[in-house]
Nanobody
Framework: QVQLVESGGGLVQPGGSLRLSCSAT????????MSWYRQAPGKQRELVAR???????DYADSVKGRFTISRDYAENTVYLQMNSLKLEDTAVYYC????????????WGQGTQVTVST
């Protein structure tokens, strides 16, 4: 059974930092990419950052220069280092794994809350 478990969310003041982790277990197949998405109240879920199989990365414009995605391939774990956090970064952050075996399947974590507040 595939499980993605996120951790590291919490409450932080503007300008602060947090590091999110997502550990994927039970994966059978090739992980083409691992991503972080977020969803703020009343808004659609949006892509924050993505790291592909061979290490290339992709970021939303709103987080470029502040967030860094990285991956431990041996442990099937992806991280999101978030610096210079802003009020508008407040959201539930979700991890996603794009896996290919005989077809492509996306797996999601349960989400972790990040709140940026004074």
């Amino acid at each position: 059974q595939v499980q993605l478990v996120e951790s590291g969310g919490g409450l932080v003041q503007p300008g602060g930092s947090l590091r999110l982790s997502c550990s994927a277990t039970g994966i059978i197949g090739r992980i083409n990419a691992m991503s972080w998405y977020r969803q703020a109240p009343g808004k659609q879920r949006e892509l924050v950052a993505r790291i592909f199989e061979y290490g290339s990365t992709d970021y939303a414009d709103s987080v470029k220069g502040r967030f860094t995605i990285s991956r431990d391939y041996a442990e099937n774990t992806v991280y999101l280092q978030m610096n210079s956090l802003k009020l508008e970064d407040t959201a539930v952050y979700y991890c996603r794994a794009d896996v290919y075996l005989t077809r492509s399947t996306n797996y999601w974590g349960q989400g972790t809350q990040v709140t940026v507040s004074t």
